[in-house]
């Protein structure tokens, strides 16, 4: 049995663990930090919150508050032009996957030559970043923990990813407090983001004993509390339920990597710039259905997770737990690719770049055609 498993960031987990934030940029002697976040962590009043912990000990803070959906490589640029203008000695990101995600490629660039995209793929980031919190205010992307960065190039219109042991967030808050104002739609396209890296990294071809566990686990928390902290947003409990299980699902797919759902879901946020847990939501079912036939006998494993009978036939199985990704993707309000406003007519050249994702090589079923990626479109359209 060989297999290799890292993980590099620190988690300090818990309600109103935000308090440990003066604590820890004490010990890390960092004085000027710059704060990145959006507008959404700005109207929720939870920026405020966390720069008041930033300057309790006297620190300056630098505000970089123009995060939006799907970040670019030039909005990177920018953040990071401030940032070491201004010397910063730490970051702190506040938001979800987009806030995260640039403040670790921002963080890349303050110890490392621009631009952005020449980091592009696997360990290509050579020298050691600067301390980097990350605080999420999601449940879903994991980004807080794992050494992913999705960034858009303006330039060749497609997402990519920076991969590598000098990525990662340093230390990570996970306050579930910070969660409770996210609007419904939100909380359930992080949630089903979660859920698509629980099911991906499960059937991976790089998957361990070790991330099975984690995979399973995590999806079998996240389906358990994801329908009730979307109808319930004021639920503490099921919340902090939901970031433990994202968590630990971060700490799986950044071992085994994912699939097919994130390619299609990548090439989607590149040229239509749909939300990316909306895009995985909208074509997981389908691309499930598409992987069964390559490995059955991990359907059935995630049939368990999800709490469904199972009958000891591959296909019934498959097709439970593909019923119970369209229930909860219905009960929670996710949109199909139509209702997302995507046309049939640009699914031929969906279906092109998507075979050109790396994540590819990572799903169960390999010498997927345009033809099959083009069906699976139809299928969750």
């Not at 109207?43 to 300057?55: C, D, F, L, R």
């Not at 201004?86 to 506040?94: D, L």
């Not at 971060?250 to 710039?273: D, P, W």
Request: aromatic letters at 4%; one cysteine or more.
């Amino acid at each position: 049995m060989d297999f290799n498993f890292t993980l590099s960031t620190h988690i300090i987990f818990g309600k109103n663990s935000i308090e440990k934030l003066p604590e820890l940029l004490k010990e890390l002697n960092a004085k000027k930090i710059m704060l990145i976040y959006d507008g959404g962590v700005k109207a929720a009043g939870i920026s405020e919150i966390v720069e008041k912990q930033i300057t309790k000990e006297g620190n300056e803070s630098v505000i970089f508050d123009k995060v939006f959906p799907n970040p670019t490589d030039e909005l990177v640029e920018e953040a990071a032009e401030i940032a070491i203008k201004q010397k910063v000695q730490a970051i702190v990101a506040v938001g979800g996957g987009s806030a995260i995600d640039l403040a670790k490629a921002v963080n890349i660039l303050l110890t490392n030559e621009g631009p952005i995209n020449r980091y592009s793929g696997m360990n290509q980031v050579k020298n050691a970043t600067k301390p980097l919190i990350a605080i999420p205010t999601t449940a879903g992307t994991s980004s807080e923990i794992t050494d992913v960065i999705a960034l858009i190039d303006t330039k060749k219109v497609c997402k990519y990813v920076i991969i590598g042991k000098n990525v990662p967030a340093t230390h990570s808050i996970i306050d579930p407090c910070f969660t409770k104002t996210m609007p419904a739609s939100v909380t359930a396209a992080t949630g089903m983001d979660a859920m698509t890296h629980a099911i991906e990294s499960y059937l991976s071809v790089m998957a361990s004993p070790v991330t099975d566990f984690q995979s399973l686990k995590g999806l079998e928390i996240l389906s358990e509390n994801l329908e009730q902290v979307v109808s319930h947003p004021d639920d503490l409990e099921a919340r902090e339920q939901m970031m433990l299980g994202c968590v630990i699902t971060g700490f799986a797919f950044t071992n085994a990597n994912l699939g097919l759902v994130h390619g299609i879901a990548h090439t989607l946020s590149a040229h239509f710039n749909l939300p990316h847990g909306m895009a995985n939501a909208a074509v997981l079912p389908y691309v499930v259905k598409f992987n069964a036939e390559a490995v059955p006998q991990r359907i059935t494993e995630i049939a368990k997770a999800l709490k469904l009978d199972i009958t000891g036939d591959a296909e019934e199985d498959t097709k439970l737990v593909v019923d119970k990704l369209l229930m909860i993707s219905k009960a929670i309000g996710i949109k199909t690719l139509k209702e997302q406003g995507i046309e049939k007519d640009s699914f031929d050249m969906l279906a092109d770049d998507v075979l050109m994702e790396p994540v590819l090589n990572f799903n169960p079923r390999q010498g997927i055609t345009k033809e099959e990626i083009i069906e699976i479109l139809n299928q969750a359209y």
